[in-house]
């Protein structure tokens, strides 16, 4: 992938257009799209590791959720497997770190 590129939302280029400039796109295929997405969660990932605010993790959310839906999952699968794991599972919430199993 050309690193002079990005992945953005589907209003940005009408955003950047309304401010008096211009872009140039390319609509991706399902393929290229997932590609480009999995770097973009990386990105997204980033930036909340070092921002932490809330728009960062409605980023990551927006980006997982466009991959789910190329595998067939709505936002509402991810939402109701993820609280079927914390069911069962538990969450992350008692910051438990296993350092061995015998």
Known sequence: MNNSVKLVRDKTPEIIESSGKKCIIENLDDQQMVEYLYVKFNEE???LFYCEELEGFADVMEV???IGKRY???E???LRKRSEKKATHGSFDNNI???HIY
């Open 97 to 99: 770190l296993l350092k």
């Open 72 to 74: 067939g999952y709505s």
């Open 76 to 78: 509402q699968d991810i």
């Open 64 to 66: 997982l959720f466009s």
């Open 45 to 47: 990932l980033y930036e």
